[in-house]
């Protein structure tokens, strides 16, 4: 199997790269990873090729999966009008650049999975969403639902799309929790305002793990016609277009992720950064730490997806 992935280098993507070679080749299977890049010196596996995305325009060969996961990070600084445009264009620009790709190959990719996160169904507060869920309009939603509806187009060209809905990736290495890691060490880590906003979460593990696995149900088996529909999105096409999201089936409140986090680390959590405070440090941007979600994989579990680790305190307790 070939795959070809943008933000190849990134959190998620690294991880799935290093698992999906390291299980495919246990299982005496062939899988080639290429990593698109704008800088081919960057440091990569010695197993991993890279492109640049000039050579992409250029290239003949044939991809059977396109992973899009390009794209700033949302909650990395401040929402200025300026980071909201790179925001954007960090997600647009790659994601043209595989469509122009798909046009004009040959053979097509069997499936095109393209990230997106649970902010596409906005602020919700504790009500239960699935992926038939709709949403709330605010620049969460708006960010996400440009991307998905760019990445469905894929479709245009008889490519079938998952679009995968992310939550908030466990894992010291990076991401909320790697950058919660010194304070909370130092041991003035605590609580976001009243702490019963919800977190809908995922190891990264079961992150990598259902990614490979609908990629798995997707190119390698028939897909169940009946979970298909359920969670089916509308393109403007006939070619398969589905929506999954990637959070594990239980949802903790700030105030208990809190509480696990610090016990995990052997600190106290004393500490609680009020609601105004927030709003005064971080902007519009504070949403993501004060409204909560309540996200369930519904489409995961129904195709049969078994999460290796659905509890946060476990998740925590086997990181590697």
């Known amino acids: 199997m070939n795959i070809l992935i943008s933000g190849g280098s990134g959190f998620l993507g690294s991880a799935f790269s290093q698992e999906i070679i390291s299980r495919y080749q ?28 000039d050579e992409l325009a250029k290239t003949d060969n044939d991809f059977d999966v396109v992973l899009n996961l390009a794209g700033a990070g949302i909650a990395d600084s401040r929402w200025s009008d300026e980071r909201k445009e790179q925001l954007l264009a960090s997600r647009v620009k790659p994601t043209e650049s ?28 504790d009500k239960p969403l699935t992926e038939s869920s ?14 998905e509806q760019l990445a469905l187009k894929a479709t245009d060209y008889g490519v079938p799309v998952a679009i995968v809905r992310t939550g908030v990736v466990m894992h010291p290495e990076g991401g909320m929790l790697g950058k919660l890691m010194m304070p909370f060490k130092m041991g003035v880590g605590g609580q976001l305002g009243d702490g019963q906003q919800v977190m809908s979460w995922i190891s990264r593990e079961d992150w990598v793990g259902a990614v490979i696995f609908i990629i798995e149900q997707h190119v390698d088996s028939a897909i169940d016609s009946q979970v298909t529909q359920n969670n089916a999105t509308k393109t403007s096409s006939d070619t398969p277009a589905v929506v999954y999201n990637l959070t594990a089936p239980n949802p903790v409140s700030n105030h208990t992720f809190t509480k696990t986090f610090g016990a995990w680390l052997h600190r106290p959590t004393f500490f609680t950064l009020p609601e105004f405070l927030l709003k005064l440090m971080f902007g519009e941007m504070s949403t993501l730490l004060i409204d909560g979600q309540k996200v369930l994989p519904q489409a995961l579990q129904d195709a049969g997806y078994e999460f290796k680790q659905p509890i946060l305190k476990q998740a925590l307790e086997e990181q590697q």
Request: proline letters at 3%.
């Open 98 to 125: 595989l469509l122009e790709y798909i046009a004009g190959s040959r053979t097509k990719p069997k499936l095109m999975v393209s990230g997106s996160a649970i902010g596409w169904y906005g602020t919700q507060g």
């Open 26 to 53: 246990g299982n005496g299977k062939e899988v080639h990873i290429t990593w698109l890049t704008r800088d081919k010196t960057q440091a990569h596996p010695s197993r991993v090729n890279m492109m640049t995305y």
């Open 134 to 147: 709709g949403y709330e309009t605010d620049f969460s939603h708006k960010l996400c639902n440009t991307w």
